[in-house]
């Protein structure tokens, strides 16, 4: 096979736009009753078809043997150049995500380029990544687009609309727009058949299955896949694709998730270290994992799951009995929380595996929480004055991810609370014992009383973003969580890091509820104070890695007996 799948396959009619059906017959029909716009505008994820579409447009219009239904021929010599992406007379295509492509949109106006090469044919302009356009070379196209010239259309193409919006909201009233779907794994499976069976290969159903989730809604990933799969070997098999996109068996899977159930989060470390050995890539790691948390959720609520292999349904069925809905759903709303900090950090192995010991850890961690609320439950309203806190001491079970994040604080508070707890929830009211003292005697005052220094800030810091997120704050409380505590002065100022305009400009316009959550936590706040760092600068980095290594000390400090089974990889965890 020579030629490139993606590229063979790519749709030459509006008939082989199979999954954007919906764009493809209103263009049609747009072109046989003579009612073409002068632009339109296509948006999409990548690899949904934007691009082909307007070559299919652009063809139909300037074929020379254009069928009665208004399909291109796909072969005449206009066809062949307009879908190679070759230059022609009458179609040019410009990619504004290059400096090129900036100065050829703006030059467009000047250059009076408009005019067809005949009175049959049509000029089209196929502007790539539109969002890319430069406000100026906006407000160029607008005033062709105010009088457009006859048969000149404008096609933009982007993944992302609201940076249009936002750069040239006149230009969109003057376009007709399309929203390109997504395209599922279904429809991805579905075509790779097609495909192969067209080219004589044989596959298997959970080999597709891979590579459609693992194209994420690109056709051109999908077949593109499909051929590094083809590479290794003349078919499609399960073991094939794990190969050659370097996938972790599924059973890999279902160990670690195995091992999260069973709250052996001391097998975690070897577990993860195994997969790196093995050369796994860790974003895809994560996104398997949380595929498998969410097929798991949805056959412990009686539902299937389409796209799932044969294998693990079968396996995720005898699982069932072993979860809580509420307890995958927390779980993923942690995974979810976790991914785009995730997808930037370069320590993805640490991460992935301070996850599992948390997810380990969950079940136990909600023990001590129940432990502690009701151990606070008398006291602390019947002792008057509770103001605000009270409510942060005692959560709701069900806040999910915020209750695994108030957590250290707690164990902070109440080092010698128990590991194993089950028997305790049972009477928690009413055991004097001398480690629920400390606790009720304190009551709502604890919370502030931790002095301030650079370190317990450090250490409490997902508390305080906690805390944000609680007040409401939730776009404040993300930047926080990508920021890092830098000082404090004697006087109690407090510098925080953050990297990127967009997130300093988050904090500081959050500034007020940051303070409020600080001195709900610590003793003599005085100010916040948010420092920038620009891209990639190592200071970032060093605080990334001090933000990891502080989370790994809380969790050790939570379990002892994980507290064990760190101490061997201590050095290369905390280096
Ligand atoms: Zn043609």
Redesign the pocket.
């Known amino acids: 096979m020579s030629l490139a799948l993606a590229r063979k396959y790519r749709p030459r009619r509006f008939a082989d736009v199979a999954v954007q059906s919906h764009v493809a017959t209103t263009l049609r029909n747009a072109i046989s009753s003579d009612r073409v716009a002068h632009a339109y505008l296509f948006c999409g994820p990548r690899g949904t078809g934007k691009t082909t579409l307007a070559r299919v447009l652009a063809?139909a219009l300037?074929?020379?043997?254009?069928s009665a239904d208004c399909e291109?021929?796909?072969?005449?010599?206009?066809?062949?150049r307009i879908w190679g992406g070759h230059t022609s007379i009458d179609v040019v295509e410009i990619d504004a995500a290059s400096n090129r492509g900036v100065d050829d949109a703006r030059d467009l106006r000047s250059r009076a380029a408009y005019a067809p090469s005949g009175d049959k044919n049509y000029k089209v302009y196929i502007i790539d990544e539109a969002h890319m356009l430069t406000r100026e070379a906006w407000n160029a196209l607008l005033k062709v687009l105010e009088e457009p010239p006859p048969r000149v259309v404008f096609v933009f193409a982007t993944t992302e609309p609201q940076k249009i919006a936002q750069a040239a909201a006149p230009v969109l009233s003057r376009v007709q727009r399309f929203d390109l779907k997504r395209i599922g794994p279904a429809d991805v499976r579905e075509r790779l058949s097609v495909v192969l069976k067209a080219e004589g290969i044989t596959a298997d159903a959970d080999a597709l299955g891979m590579l459609a989730r693992a194209a994420d809604g690109s056709m051109r990933d999908a077949l593109s896949l499909t051929d590094q799969v083809l590479s290794l070997g003349g078919t499609v098999t399960t073991q094939g694709v794990r190969d050659a996109l370097g996938l972790v068996h599924e059973d890999e899977y279902l160990a670690l998730l195995d091992l999260v159930t069973e709250h052996r989060a001391g097998d975690v470390f070897g577990a993860v270290a195994r997969l790196s050995d093995f050369g796994a890539d860790f974003g895809l790691l994560l996104a398997g994992f949380a595929d498998l948390l969410r097929a798991q959720l949805a056959v412990v609520l009686g539902g299937t799951v389409p796209e799932l292999s044969e294998y693990l349904t079968g396996e995720l069925a005898t699982r069932k009995s072993r979860y809580q809905a509420s307890d995958l759903l927390r779980m993923l709303s942690i995974l979810i929380e976790l991914e785009p900090h995730f997808r930037r950090s370069g320590q993805q192995q640490l991460l992935f595996e301070t996850l599992l010991v948390r997810f380990a850890l969950l079940d136990r961690t909600l023990s001590i929480e129940d432990v502690l609320k009701g151990v606070q439950g008398a006291p602390s309203t019947g002792g008057g004055g509770t103001r605000r806190e009270a409510p942060e001491i005692a959560p709701s079970r069900g806040s999910s991810a915020g209750a695994m994040r108030r957590e250290p604080t707690m164990l902070a508070d109440a080092a010698p609370a128990p590991t194993r707890v089950q028997a305790p929830v049972q009477a928690p009211v009413h055991a004097p014992a001398p480690v629920h003292a400390p606790i009720a005697d304190r009551g709502p005052a604890t919370v502030a009383a931790i002095p301030l220094d650079i370190n317990r800030l450090s250490e409490h810091w997902d508390d305080v973003v906690e805390a944000v997120r609680r007040a409401g704050r939730a776009v404040v409380a993300s930047a926080l969580a990508e920021a890092a505590p830098m000082a404090v002065t004697a006087s109690g100022v407090v510098t925080v890091e953050v990297t990127g305009e967009a997130l300093v400009q988050a904090l500081e316009n959050g500034a007020e509820s940051i303070l409020t959550a600080l001195r709900s936590r610590f003793s003599g706040v005085s100010k916040v104070m948010v420092r920038g760092v620009g891209g990639d600068a190592p200071s970032k980095r060093l605080t990334a890695d001090a933000v990891i290594a502080n989370r790994v000390a809380m969790l050790r400090k939570r379990d002892p007996m994980l507290d064990a089974a760190v101490d061997a990889l201590d050095l290369r965890l905390l280096d």
Not at 62 to 66: H, I, P, Q, V
Not at 72 to 80: D, I, K
Request: hydrophobic share 20%.
């Open positions: 063809m300037n074929c020379e043997n254009r291109p021929c796909g072969a005449c010599e206009a066809c062949t």
